[in-house]
C-alpha cells in the first residue's frame, strides 16, 4: 500500500517525513479542531497506527518505534483520547458477574441511526458498493486489532478470546479467512480488494472506527477497552449482518457475495455469549475495577462511533450525496512549519 495523500499540515508532516529515512521530527504542539471529525488528525493516526500492522511501500521499518516519531503520535493520539472521553464518560465498575448485563444494557440503550435496515430495503446498488467501501478499511484487517489482546490476557479470558479468533482466522484455512471472504465481497461488487485499496475515500468518521480499535488494542494500559469491544462487536453483530446479506439478496446478488455476512450471522450467535461470559466475566474477575470500566468504556465507544459512522452514511445518502469524500477536492496540505527535523 502506498502512503495517502495528506490532508492537512499533521499528515503532509507525517507522510513528507515517511518518504525518507528516519530522524528527528520535532514534537507539535498547535493541534486544533474536532478530533473525531478531523480528516488531518484522524489520517495521521491511521498511518501511524499502520506501521504496527503491514506498513507502507517504500517506508523504511526504522520509522515503527522512532522516538520522534512516537512522540508525534502520541500527541495526536491523547487528543483523540481526550474527545473519546468527553464522548462517552467514563463508566462506573460493576462486580465480575454483573458485567454481561452492564454490556447488555449498553446495547439496548443504542439508538443509533438504522444503517442496517436500510441497506437491507432501500439501499441502491451504489449506496451499497459505498458502504462496503467504507467498511474494508476494518474489514482488510478483520480480528488483527484485537489480536493484540491474547498475549496480554490469562486463564479462561484467554482461552474464551482465542476460541473467538480461531473463527475469525478461518480455523486455519485461508479460503475461510473472515477478511477472505470479505474479498470475495468487494470481488462480486467489482471492487478492488487490494489492502486499503479505498483509504484515500474513507473519511474521518470512517478513519476514527478503525482508529479507535488501534487506540486500544495496541495501548496495553486499555487492554480492558479492546477486549470490551470486541464483546459489544460480537453482541451487535447477527441482526446486521442478517440484514446485510439479505439487503445483497434483493439486489441480485447470490451466495458468493453474501457468504462474508451470512457466516457472521452463525458465527457471532456463538461469539457472544462467549464474549460476554467466559470473556468479559473471566477477564473482570481477575482484573479489577479499573479494567472493568474500561472495558465497558470501550463497549461504549464502539457504539458511539460506529452510530456517528451510520448517522454519516444516511445524511448523505438522503442528500442525494455520496458518502465517500470528494476526490476532486482534496488538498495535499503543507507540513508544518519546523516539525521537520534536518
Request: charge should be negative; charged fraction near 20%; glycine fraction near 8%.
Amino acid at each position: 500500500m502506498e502512503l495517502p495523500k495528506p490532508r492537512g499540515p499533521l499528515s503532509a508532516t507525517l507522510v513528507d517525513a515517511l518518504a525518507g529515512p528516519p530522524r528527528t521530527l520535532l514534537p507539535l504542539v498547535n493541534l486544533s479542531g474536532d478530533p473525531l471529525a478531523d480528516e488531518d488528525l484522524q489520517l495521521a493516526l491511521h498511518i501511524g497506527y499502520e506501521l504496527h500492522y503491514r506498513g507502507f511501500d517504500g517506508v523504511d521499518d526504522g520509522w515503527e518505534w522512532h522516538p520522534s516519531r512516537l512522540a508525534l503520535h502520541q500527541a495526536a493520539e491523547r487528543r483523540f483520547e481526550s474527545a473519546l472521553r468527553t464522548l462517552v464518560p467514563m463508566p462506573d465498575p460493576v462486580p465480575a458477574n454483573e458485567v454481561p448485563r452492564a454490556l447488555a444494557a449498553i446495547v439496548e440503550a443504542d439508538d443509533g441511526p438504522p444503517l442496517s435496515k436500510y441497506l437491507t430495503g432501500r439501499a441502491t446498488l451504489e449506496q451499497f458498493r459505498e458502504f462496503v467501501m467504507h467498511r474494508s478499511v476494518y474489514h482488510h484487517r478483520e480480528a488483527d486489532p484485537h489480536t493484540w489482546a491474547i498475549p496480554r490476557l490469562t486463564g479462561r479470558a484467554k482461552a474464551a478470546l482465542v476460541e473467538i479468533q480461531a473463527d475469525e482466522y478461518g480455523g486455519g484455512r485461508l479460503e475461510r479467512m473472515h477478511a477472505e471472504l470479505f474479498r470475495t465481497t468487494m470481488r462480486e461488487l467489482g471492487l478492488d480488494t487490494a489492502y486499503g485499496a479505498y483509504l484515500e475515500q474513507a473519511p474521518a468518521v470512517t478513519l476514527a472506527i478503525n482508529n479507535l480499535m488501534s487506540l486500544f488494542g495496541i495501548n496495553r494500559r486499555l487492554l480492558g477497552a479492546i477486549v470490551g469491544h470486541l464483546a459489544v462487536y460480537e453482541m451487535t453483530s447477527s441482526l446486521p449482518n442478517r440484514r446485510y446479506g439479505n439487503g445483497l439478496r434483493r439486489l441480485g446478488f447470490g451466495a458468493d457475495a453474501t457468504r462474508f455476512y451470512d457466516e457472521h450471522v452463525e458465527a457471532d450467535a456463538v461469539h457472544e455469549q462467549i464474549a460476554a461470559h467466559d470473556l468479559c466475566g473471566s477477564f473482570c474477575a481477575e482484573a479489577g475495577p479499573e479494567q472493568t470500566s474500561l472495558l465497558l468504556f470501550g463497549a461504549a465507544c464502539a457504539l458511539a462511533l460506529d452510530a456517528r459512522f451510520a448517522g454519516h452514511l444516511l445524511d448523505r445518502w438522503a442528500a442525494g450525496e455520496s458518502s465517500l469524500r470528494d476526490q476532486s477536492s482534496i488538498a495535499n496540505g503543507r507540513p508544518l512549519a519546523g516539525a521537520l527535523g534536518a
